[in-house]
């Protein structure tokens, strides 16, 4: 399994993106009870976010992200990816 962090910026339509919020936490919720998404939130500013997944593969990572409601929706304006070797910390087994 791969670990990947995430950081999503939002785009700049507020409004849009809090309609949607209810449901892109519904799955993100889905996510994080199957052991998909260890952490994730927005960060204090609100201008984006940063979640962490684990996942079998880059590609497996694209359909989580890409079935986001807010991915569908639009409300991302831009998204980063990085792969992540973990090597200290709680999640490291």
Known sequence: MAKFVVELVY???RDHRLEVRP???EYSRDLAARGVLLAGGPY???RGAMLVYEVADADELRR???ADPYTEAGVIAGTTVREWNAVTGSWVA
Request: hydrophobic residues 35%.
């Open 64 to 66: 989580v992200l890409d």
């Open 23 to 25: 449901a892109h936490r």
């Open 11 to 13: 785009g700049e339509d």
């Open 44 to 46: 204090a500013d609100e």
